[in-house]
């Protein structure tokens, strides 16, 4: 078996491996690179393959073509809906014609979103697969069997794909996050993983992003509580109340909504971004609010809402984009004084997320709460729990599947240098069973 990391070994997104086994190659998703895309837009280039690529915003594939494995491509497997696992995949796919695409019914709504979104056609087959199912992959002289395990993390119908071969499983953890007690769908499929772990597991890539992490971050029900407490300090009915959190993370919008019904005020959901992820989950069959919100995209549209809000601040409850602080977001554009609402002295804002650990997002949030305090809005920051895991997760999924090798990847070298820490504690040795690895590298196990 041979592994070609192609992406996020370095860096928190741009996630991307290739297998290889004989003459078949599986790729496991093709995610953008945030920072990178935001450089591009600062530096006004368009959303092409060879910008995207300049700017570090995709996976360097290209290094399948010096390997001599891209005609050796049989499936792109895509773990879920976020756009560092599945956002790279219209800017790849058709460096493998006819390839199919395999992943959960929502996952696969969202790619087609994209798609749309970005007017790119793609001849590649879209496949919807269910948790907790397996299906077979044709290689050129046999078929593999993949197993779509189900999962919790801070989007739904996320997996665990499982590649099986003659050497024993690969098994793909990106992003890892143990929740027993969801507040959408079911807990992760224990059951399977002890299984596949009897069965054998050869080697086993997974989220280390926070293996210097000891405590184990909380679960929805956690963050669901902090959003109790946080619209209990919201009750003026004369203040604007807004709410700010990642568009893709339905669990989070549902629990949102719950709380937001109870303030008796009209529930506005604002931005592309909420409209795309809310829509894909409808069409997945996956969006049990649907009815109890207004859903708005167009800019049009959005300034005539955010005029009526302006007169009317105790009527609405607004859900929108922005809150990393994002350039053209809602709050981004309100901050800047480009809509027909203007925040005023005690009006609110949760933000129901944390500022992913990057210096380009750390520093916009920095500016926004700062102009947004000098407004005198009252800001509720980090009512949230993480989506990755912890040590403690990282050590329970090994115990459980007992891997042969295990591969660090989703952060940086310093992240995830811990991980091999705890590995060590488990009894691997680097080098040899633990490996640490870079983008474009190749191991072969």
């Known amino acids: 078996m041979e592994i070609c990391t192609i992406g996020g070994y370095e ?29 591009l837009q600062d530096e006004g280039f368009e959303y092409t393959d060879k910008d995207l690529r300049k700017f570090g915003a995709i996976p360097n594939d290209k290094v399948l073509d010096k390997l001599g494995w891209t005609d050796k491509v049989r499936a792109i497997v895509i773990s ?5 696992h599945v956002g790279g995949v219209p800017y790849v796919a058709n460096r493998y014609p ?10 696969m709504k969202v790619l087609e979103a994209v798609l749309r979104d970005e007017k790119i056609r793609i001849t590649n087959p879209i496949n919807i697969v269910k948790s907790d199912s397996s299906i077979l992959v044709k290689g050129k002289n046999t078929k593999y069997k993949i197993d779509f395990v189900h ?40 059951k399977k993983l002890r299984e596949l772990g009897k069965k054998g597991v050869k080697v086993l890539v997974v989220d280390a992003l926070y293996s210097g992490t000891e405590k184990k971050h909380g679960g ?20 604007a109340l807004f709410v700010t959190t990642f568009s893709s993370h339905i669990e989070r919008l549902a629990n949102i909504v719950e709380f937001a019904k109870k303030t008796r005020r009209q529930i506005i959901f604002l931005g592309r971004s909420l409209n795309k992820y809310i829509n894909a989950a409808i069409e997945a069959k996956q969006c049990p609010f649907s009815k109890n919100i207004v859903l708005i995209k167009y800019r049009n549209q959005i300034n005539s809402m955010l005029r009526k809000i302006e007169k009317d601040r105790g009527k609405y409850i607004v859900v929108c984009t922005g809150h990393q602080a994002e350039e053209n977001s809602i709050l981004d554009r309100i901050t800047k004084g480009e809509t027909p609402f203007n925040f005023k002295i005690g009006d609110h804002l949760i933000f129901s997320s944390s500022v992913i650990p990057t210096p380009v997002n750390i520093l916009a949030r920095e500016r926004l709460d700062s102009k947004l305090r000098k407004k005198g809005v009252k800001i509720q920051t ?45 009894g691997y040795k680097f080098g040899e069973t633990s490996h640490l690895t870079t983008n474009g590298k190749v191991l072969k196990l």
């Open 11 to 39: 860096e928190v997104g741009k996630n991307m491996t290739a297998v290889k086994m004989g003459e078949d190659v599986i790729i496991f998703d093709a995610g953008l690179f945030i920072p990178g895309v935001v450089e």
């Open 80 to 84: 879920h809906a976020h756009l560092d």
């Open 98 to 107: 006819r390839v199919p695409i395999y992943g959960t019914a929502f996952t």
């Open 151 to 190: 999962t919790t993390h801070s989007t739904i119908q996320c997996v665990f794909p499982v590649l099986h071969t003659k050497e024993g499983a690969f098994f793909y953890a990106l992003d890892l996050k143990f929740d027993d007690y969801p507040t959408l769908g079911p807990h992760p499929n224990y």
């Open 220 to 239: 929805e029900r956690i963050a669901k509580n902090l959003l109790e407490e946080a619209f209990s300090k919201a009750r003026d009915r004369k203040a």
């Open 382 to 426: 980090d009512v949230h729990v993480h989506g990755h895991g912890s040590r403690e997760d990282l050590r329970e999924i090994i115990q459980l599947l007992k891997p042969k090798h295990v591969i660090p990847a989703h952060g940086t070298l310093q992240q995830e240098a811990p991980f091999i820490e705890l590995a060590k504690d488990l």
